[in-house]
């Protein structure tokens, strides 16, 4: 049997800082309504289990990417179930987001397909990602 070996997305610095925002934002603790798990931050094991999961559109699609309407802080074992169950993956975006924030993030980026990060938008990025980081901070959020 022949199983095609596909290539990985790789993780930039980008991802590493909207990864621990999302996870922030959620207080480290699992998103989905019927799991109660909690995550220490400092515990570099714990911390790894508590995934920062694309639900609308996958890591892979560069303009939602770093979106946070499109992403979620969920256990491992939450993460597998919404990748393996796509439909009731717009229920849980709903339990957190309005359906204005949903379905400006599908308006917004639905024709703008790309594989390539362009380092502009990276960079324009990682300084929105680190404004939505201070406002946090300070309470805004």
């Known amino acids: 049997m022949y199983f095609r070996k596909t290539a990985r997305i790789k993780r930039t610095w980008t991802d590493t800082i909207f990864s621990n925002y999302i996870r922030e934002r959620a207080d480290w603790k699992c998103q989905h309504p019927k799991c109660d798990k909690e995550f220490d931050k400092n515990d570099g094991k714990q911390s790894r289990k508590l995934h920062c999961c694309h639900i609308g559109y996958g890591r892979g699609h560069i303009p939602t990417r770093w979106n946070e309407y499109n992403c979620l ?9 919404i990748d393996s169950h796509p439909m009731r993956s717009i229920w849980l975006l709903n339990q957190h987001f309005s359906l204005f924030e949903i379905l400006f993030v599908k308006d917004q ?3 703008k397909r790309t594989r390539r990060i362009k380092k502009e938008f990276e960079l324009q ?3 929105r990602i680190k404004k939505l980081i201070r406002e946090q901070k300070n309470g805004k959020v």
């Not at 802080?73 to 179930?81: N, T, V």
């Open 109 to 111: 980026y639905a024709e």
């Open 125 to 127: 990025e990682r300084e």
């Open 73 to 81: 802080a969920l256990c491992s074992g939450c993460h597998l179930w």
